[in-house]
């Protein structure tokens, strides 16, 4: 009896749960076969990726054009944005994908590694690594500060108000994808995503061919984590940051936009992983504690000195 009534309360959630909306990955797709190069897919995740970077420059470049939200002259020109933003794309990729390969495969997937060394950099098999975009995109800024001589302070605060609307937008894609999913739920928001597996497709639970997407058969309802760090890490950042450099002139200090920047999204991600499922390779940590969790630390730090670093008593700027 008390295997039927366990086995009715899972039916019961299952029908109740949400569904998740099965819309394409892409947004069009496109068949070239008639010229020999196949099918051409225009993913909701790469249009995040280039939604975030427009949405960054144009952003960038109205603050540009205040010298009042900065005091003074702006540490930057049109043109210096320009050149900036090619850099910082630059950083995203090279830094996320090898952010990817050394905090997750060497660790965890070195047989991977082994037995095909130029998986490190075949980036549209998927892997990337959000911590290692940002050290890659801080090199960038410090590398080009130093080229341009400009504030290198300033410089991170440019980045640090705009940076969550990208990560807004692709987290959204994401949950387009069903990847990134959270852990089980028995809450209201509980949504079943597909788990199955297509061979060589990219989602792997969706065919391309049939245009479906697939289904195990014993899916669970899981948080929609992607959502919840869509809106953590990305759109409360992006208000938050927004409010205090319109209203309160916090570009006046530089450095206080990109450490705010910081701790925000570490205290985002930290809180979204007890709603992510974990990396199923990811062995050996402390208890409650996720790879995204530990990797955000150098970020609270970080952020945390450049805020002490912009409120003291005004003395030599970076």
Known sequence: MTDLLATLGVYLHQITAWAFPEWSPALVSIDFGFIGLGEFHLRWYALGYIGGIAGAWWYGTEMLKRPALWGGEPPLTRDGLDDLMFWIILGIILGG????????????QMEVLSADPLSMIRIWDGGMAFHGGILGVAIVLWWFAAKRGVKLLSVGDIAGVTAPIGIGLVRIA?????????????SPVGMVFPEGYVPGSTPPAYNWEAREWVYRGDEVARHPSQLYESLLEGWIPLILLSILVWKFGALKRPGLVAGLFLILYGVGRSVAENFREPDSFVRGLPEGL??????????????????WNALKAKEKQV
């Open 97 to 108: 994908r090898l952010g990817y390969v050394l905090f997750y495969m060497v660790p965890y």
């Open 174 to 186: 994401n949950f387009t994808n069903a990847e990134l999913y959270g852990r089980p739920t028995d």
């Open 290 to 307: 996720t790879m995204g969790m530990i990797l955000s630390a150098p970020m609270w730090i970080g952020g945390a000195w450049l805020i």
